[in-house]
């Protein structure tokens, strides 16, 4: 079985601060990971996913995160935060041999001007 | 590609009211997820079709609610009869190959 767990329901940076939000999965067989953010009123984009290539997942406006196995995490990062990266992110797991997602219980981000 | 389209974006009915959330989804994509957001239980998966034929339903709260999918462009979720309970935001998504696309969603509210 699979399924993630997202560290801190709320996090606040203040702008031009690195944005760290936590995520961690279990899965009995190897997983592919994501995450996705979803603005007010929008439907969830994905921003990057892991599916078992570079360790180090590049994703869209600057975002990037890494797999780690010996720490089952998947953690997404952010060297500078933006005002317009306030949002709601989730974290997901399938396995890689699956279909169905497992979404976390998702991390509202806060930018302080 | 327009993405998976979802109608309406925003209903309000009253208790009891029957309920259809419309659903088309990419083309060519081969699995189709129904999804419940609300802030008390966050992102529920609800079912999950694959080439038509419906997967897991076991995230459908009651017999109250039913989906369909007659063919590979469209699904339908009803909810017969509606309660207040139900409110929320209702997402269909689907996916090829292990990524997954999101509507923009339909904004249930049951008063």
């Known amino acids: 079985a699979q399924s993630v767990t997202q560290l801190g329901s709320h996090v606040s940076v203040s702008e031009g601060a690195l944005v760290l939000l936590r995520c961690n999965y279990s899965?009995?067989?190897?997983?592919?990971l994501f995450w996705y953010v979803q603005y007010p009123n929008q439907g969830l984009q994905l921003l990057l996913k892991y599916t078992s290539a570079a360790t180090l997942v590049k994703g869209i406006n600057g975002f990037e995160a890494e797999f780690k196995k010996s720490e089952t995490s998947f953690h997404l990062t952010k060297p500078s935060a933006h005002m317009s990266d306030a949002a709601e992110y989730f974290c997901?797991?399938?396995?890689?041999?699956?279909?169905?997602?497992?979404f976390g219980t998702g991390t509202s981000l806060t930018v302080i001007p | 590609d327009a993405g998976v389209i979802q109608s309406p974006r925003h209903e309000v009915t009253e208790m009891g009211q029957e309920v259809t959330l419309r659903c088309k989804p990419i083309s060519g994509h081969d699995y189709l997820f129904w999804y419940r957001q609300t802030m008390m239980r966050g992102l529920e998966l609800l079912i999950y079709?694959?080439?038509?034929?419906?997967?897991?339903d076991s995230g459908m709260p009651e017999d109250r609610f039913s989906a369909k999918m007659p063919n590979a462009s469209f699904s339908t979720l009803k909810i017969q009869p509606s309660e207040p309970r139900d409110s929320a935001v209702y997402f269909c998504?689907?996916?090829?190959?292990?990524?997954?696309?999101f509507g923009e969603g339909s904004r249930l509210t049951v008063l």
């Open positions: 899965s009995s067989v190897p997983p592919y």
């Open positions: 997901a797991v399938i396995a890689n041999t699956g279909n169905q997602f497992y």
């Open positions: 998504a689907s996916s090829l190959r292990g990524e997954l696309f």
């Open positions: 079709f694959n080439n038509n034929v419906p997967i897991d």
